[in-house]
Nanobody, 117 residues
């Protein structure tokens, strides 16, 4: 099973980027899809996730600027990032969580987002 992420790149402050991720084999028991990010020397942190029924969750630092969307059945998740700031610079990872009976996390390979000031 692989997660293929795309859409990272270099953008100026205030610009926009859209990240996309797809799982190679959708599972019936995916409970959450999301995006995390990590900068060198820091722990990976949740940016946003999407659960069944369309429930979304955002980190306070991105609320109002980022929008997560996707289709759990198809196994695709997107992250629209607007009003980007230099502090958004990080490697972004998509994540799919299976559960509740068989719990497993799948991670994408990471895509670099760089926001220049």
């Amino acid at each position: 099973v692989q997660l293929q992420a795309s859409g990272g790149g270099l953008v100026q402050t205030g610009g926009s980027l859209r990240l996309s991720c797809a799982i190679s084999r959708p599972f019936y028991d995916i409970i959450t899809m999301g995006w995390y990010r990590q900068v060198p020397g820091k722990q990976r942190e949740l940016v946003a996730d999407l659960s069944g029924g369309g429930r979304t969750n955002y980190a306070p630092s991105v609320k109002g600027r980022f929008t997560i969307s996707g289709d759990i059945v198809e196994g695709t998740v997107n992250l629209q990032m607007d009003s980007l700031k230099p502090e958004d610079t990080a490697v972004y990872y998509c994540n799919f969580k299976r559960g509740p009976v068989y719990r497993y996390d799948y991670w994408g390979q990471g895509t670099l987002v760089t926001v220049s000031s």
